[in-house]
């Protein structure tokens, strides 16, 4: 699959004092080139072969290989010769969605500079931005380099204009490359040796590791990604995690080119993995800090687990399915410690989960994930975002919507704003609106800004005036009448006809705001078989009797499962 160079056995880490260490990472929008970047930078250090299947290949995950995106962090080590010196490069490859952005700040933390990338046919984007603002406040080198300048339409002049006006870096900082064709790439390895500084990180200090990522291997348990702060470590030691303080044998660590490659020891200003016999990744947290147990230290400052901003109930598809997806879920999420995953239960759907992911990408990343990787069908509901609800009587808060912060102008042809909105408005369907409106040139970011009062509201849908509890949402009140009415005509289409009128409502308290009735109608599958064939008789019935199996009675009214599946899906894109 990768092909590591030859000489993979022979490094001597202890010939790497600090100095000639260079931790950095690659941060840009989305699609700005990045993984090609890494690839050609593996190439060029001789860490992996030049081949067409080396293409991405930081990105491991076949979703990622699909989208074209990258979800999870990877890590590279890269040996290369510069004015007659070796030096060891970490890589750390970084995704450039906005649902990621805790992993490019964690990315961050092991670093001491990054390659701002701008694509130079689209200039500085949301991202671009927001990763920008990562690297500055946590003070690192920032080298900006424009790439694809192959494009016909490529316009370097006009983005290194936006690179000065807008995050104050001179011009002539900046590297014009081709990530596609290697053009200068050779320079963006110079500028990281000459311009990144070394690690500050002694090895006469105890042992000091944050730990950045980290990954679950069935075999070896958690594998931890490390930078190491100060002193060295080795096979054998005890180790202490600063966050749980329990204590653990190293089994096996070594660098990461990208391949693992076991070394049997760290030092002073590495980065690779480690592995001792951690079973959950919750044991490594990300941003903990790992020490000798003989030498306890202080922990590094900045630890902050990801919060879940976006919420979805999920469900097997068929209840029989229950135990395979419970095993499915628990396996991803042992990979990925930002999920965060309750039991929940639907009278309509059976026995579920409702999982928080940190944004939609997220997400639809994880259930797609959950279907490639761990071949389950899952029902997944509607996304909602967490409110805090403030319980009186009647007293309810002004009305908010998006409010505009500033606005600067980044050349005569884009505009970058700042609005406040309300996250509802943003999870579900805004950035697919926002790009068809601006016909794919807006990009967008966000941030958490934190609770704001709202004049939400809760409504039900009853059928037959009874309530359906798994159907109950939170709706702004100015939304409450269209997204009642789409809810009930949803229902309609979806509910057969039975013996009976029922009337579909949507109701805020006592009052009902939209409604639709589904008529009365007796179904008698014999109808059409007069005539003496019984066996053909009794096949209808029992079909007709498989059929009521996959309904659901609410009071007297029979619901089939699908019905709820295509209210509380989210709308296929
Ligand atoms: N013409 C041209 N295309 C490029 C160049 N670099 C990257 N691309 C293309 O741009 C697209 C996105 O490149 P990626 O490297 O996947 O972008 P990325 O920034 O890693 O994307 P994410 O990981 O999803 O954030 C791909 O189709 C690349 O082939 C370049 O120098 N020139």
């Given at each position: 699959m990768i092909s590591t160079q030859t000489d993979k056995d022979a490094v001597d880490l202890s010939k790497f004092p600090a100095d000639r260490i260079r931790n950095f990472c690659i941060i840009a929008h989305?699609?700005?080139?990045k993984s090609t970047l890494a690839d050609r930078l593996l190439e060029m250090t001789g860490a992996i072969a030049k081949t067409e299947k080396n293409k991405q290949v930081l990105d491991k995950l076949q979703v990622e290989r699909e989208r074209g995106i990258t979800v999870k962090a990877q890590t590279a080590s890269l040996f290369y010769n510069h004015e007659g010196q070796q030096y060891l490069l970490n890589l750390i490859d970084t995704p450039g969605h906005v649902d990621f952005s805790y992993e490019v700040s964690r990315s961050i933390s092991a670093c001491?500079?990054?390659?701002l990338i701008v694509d130079a046919n689209q200039g500085i984007q949301a991202q671009t931005v927001a990763n920008f603002y990562l690297a500055f406040e946590a003070q690192l080198a920032i080298i900006p380099v424009i790439n694809k300048i192959d494009l016909k339409n490529a316009d370097p002049e006009r983005v290194e204009s936006q690179i000065e006006k807008v995050f104050?870096?001179?011009?002539?900082?900046c590297i014009r490359i081709s990530a596609k064709l290697g053009t200068n790439v050779e320079n963006v390895l110079q500028a990281v040796v000459d311009r990144i500084p070394p690690p500050e990180a002694s090895i006469d200090d105890p042992f000091k590791a944050l730990v950045f990522d980290s990954n679950f291997d069935h075999y070896r348990g958690v594998v931890a990604n490390i930078a190491v702060f100060g002193g060295r470590v080795k096979k054998g030691d005890r180790i202490v995690s600063a966050y749980l303080g329990k204590t653990y044998e190293v089994n096996e660590l070594g660098l990461l080119r990208p391949d693992e490659h076991s070394t049997g020891k760290l030092f002073a200003g590495q980065v690779g993995y480690i592995v001792a016999g951690m079973k959950d990744v919750k044991e490594a947290q990300i941003g903990d800090t790992l020490y000798l147990q003989e030498q306890p230290v202080e922990a590094l400052p900045g630890f902050k687990p990801a919060k879940a901003m976006v919420f979805a109930g999920m469900y097997p598809m068929d209840q029989s399915e229950y135990q395979g997806l419970r095993s499915a879920i628990e396996k991803l999420t042992l990979n990925d410690s930002s999920v965060t995953v309750q039991r929940d239960s639907s009278l309509a759907l059976g026995a579920g989960w409702r999982l928080g992911f940190l944004g939609l990408l997220h997400m639809e990343v994880f259930n797609q994930r959950l279907e490639q990787e761990y071949n389950a069908s899952v029902i997944v509901t509607a996304p909602t975002v967490p409110y805090k609800a403030v319980l009186s009587s009647a007293k309810l808060i002004k009305n908010r919507r998006a409010v505009q912060k500033n606005m600067l102008y980044i050349d005569d042809q884009r505009v970058m704003m700042k609005y406040l909105f309300p996250l509802n408005e943003v999870v579900v369907d805004f950035y697919d609106l926002l790009k068809s409106l601006s016909s794919g040139y807006a990009s967008f970011d966000y941030e958490n800004a934190g609770y704001q009062a709202a004049d939400l509201i809760k409504m039900d849908i009853l059928l037959n005036g009874r309530p359906v509890e798994e159907l109950i949402t939170i709706v702004h009140r100015d939304r409450a009448y269209s997204s009642g009415k789409a809810m009930c005509e949803r229902l309609k289409d979806s509910i057969p006809r039975q013996m009976f009128e029922i009337a579909v409502q949507a109701a805020i308290g006592s009052k009902v705001i939209a409604r639709e009735t589904i008529k009365a109608y007796k179904k008698?599958?014999?109808?059409?078989?007069?005539?003496?064939d019984i066996t053909r008789k009794m096949k209808l019935l029992k079909k007709q009797a498989e059929g009521k199996k996959k309904m659901r009675l609410i009071g007297s009214v029979e619901v089939p499962k699908d019905a709820f599946i295509n209210v509380l899906k989210r709308k296929q894109k």
């Open positions: 989305i699609d700005h080139g001491q500079g990054v390659l104050d870096i001179p011009r002539e900082e008698n599958v014999l109808a059409k078989c007069y005539g003496g």
